[in-house]
């Protein structure tokens, strides 16, 4: 198992049906950060940025949801929004999936603005 596969286990669990939220009736959200090339620190500062940006622009209550950043290698950027699952129940409801540029959250970080 890759050390990504194992810090993502933790929320997840086995086959994505559990995790540590999946004990909890209400759970305050999660953002999860994810990249093809890795997660440098500055990949780190700008999809948190990107998350919180996202968060605000949509006005999201992450209680009881999931918001999930994947960086692609060519710069893009999907994310995805999804109830999580129930204590005892399996599965992953309402999935909304968008792309967006990441180049934005990049230049911020060169430019010293975040």
Known sequence: MGDQQRRGFS??????????????????????????????????????AAALDIIERQALDLVNRALELFLLADGTLEYSIYELPAPGTAGIAGVYRARTSFQLYLDQIANGSL
């Open 11 to 48: 929320w997840r669990g086995p086959g994505n049906l559990g995790g540590l939220h999946s004990k909890a009736q209400i759970h305050c959200g999660l953002v999860c950060l994810n990249a093809e090339t890795g997660l440098d620190l500055d990949t780190q500062r700008a999809l948190f």
